[in-house]
Nanobody
């Protein structure tokens, strides 16, 4: 069983940046594909990015490509999401998630383990 804990959210002005972290425990972190999702009030959970075991393969949604960057440090059991050029529509709860296998999938139901989320609020 993997436990995931996100941190790094907060209140930021439009155009600003944040770096989200997700630390895993209780599992073999380096064997998991890690994903980032977000959910705004009244909306479905939205895929943002996924990263392979090694960190060499990455996938992003069109809505964040070029603004958000995912990375991981297997020695620290951590995955990160750098959020740049933030917009008010980026306001949401951000979640990290883990899945076994090799595929960089974008559907929430394909991920087995989830963190509790961290709130990101972008003021305009």
């Amino acid at each position: 069983q993997v436990q995931l804990v996100e941190s790094g959210g907060g209140l930021v002005q439009a155009g600003g940046s944040l770096r989200l972290s997700c630390v895993a425990s209780g599992g073999s972190f380096s064997s998991y594909v890690m994903g980032w999702f977000r959910q705004a009030p009244g909306k479905e959970r939205e895929f943002l990015s996924s990263i392979s075991w090694s960190g060499e393969l990455l996938s992003y949604s069109d809505s964040v490509k070029g603004r958000f960057t995912s990375s991981r440090d297997n020695a620290k059991n951590a995955v990160y999401l750098q959020l740049n050029s933030l917009k008010s529509e980026d306001t949401a709860v951000y979640y990290c998630a883990a899945r076994t296998g090799r595929l960089l999938l974008s559907t929430a139901s394909d991920y087995y383990y989830w963190g509790q989320g961290t709130q990101v609020t972008v003021s305009s």
